[in-house]
């Protein structure tokens, strides 16, 4: 399984980025792929989750309203619009996929993603 993130970059608050991640390497029916992000001497946190079999969005308390998750899988293919990005936004943002598993689940990390992407760094300036 890979998982190309890609998309960050500096921003300064209230600012917009756009992630992407282009899976590629798995047959999986049924999974979860999402965003999670890192930032220095934080734990990691999930973002947003969507699951393929459908069903809500995952979003973290952090980013609804702000962040839109959205997938495209002809083209194995998902995105993370981030507006009115804030400083405490800065982190490094990974890609990750799961089976067996719900949006809720792997989002709120009850259930870790198996594979992750190698992060993209997004640095939100005040």
């Known amino acids: 399984v890979q998982l190309a993130d890609s998309g960050g970059g500096l921003v300064q608050a209230g600012g917009s980025l756009r992630l992407s991640c282009v899976a590629s390497g798995f047959t999986f029916d049924d999974y979860v792929i999402g965003w999670f992000r890192q930032a220095p001497g934080k734990e990691r946190e999930g973002v947003s989750c969507?699951?393929?079999?459908?069903?809500?969005?995952y979003y973290s308390n952090s980013v609804k309203g702000r962040f839109t998750m959205t997938s495209d899988k002809a083209k194995n293919a998902v995105y993370l619009e981030m507006n009115s990005l804030k400083p405490e936004d800065t982190a490094v943002y990974y890609c990750?996929?799961?089976?067996?598993?719900?949006?809720?689940?792997?989002?709120?990390?009850?259930?870790?993603?198996?594979?992750w992407g190698q992060g993209t760094q997004v640095t939100v300036s005040s």
């Open positions: 990750a996929v799961g089976v067996e598993t719900t949006a809720q689940a792997m989002g709120s990390l009850r259930v870790p993603p198996l594979f």
């Open positions: 969507i699951s393929s079999s459908g069903g809500p969005t």
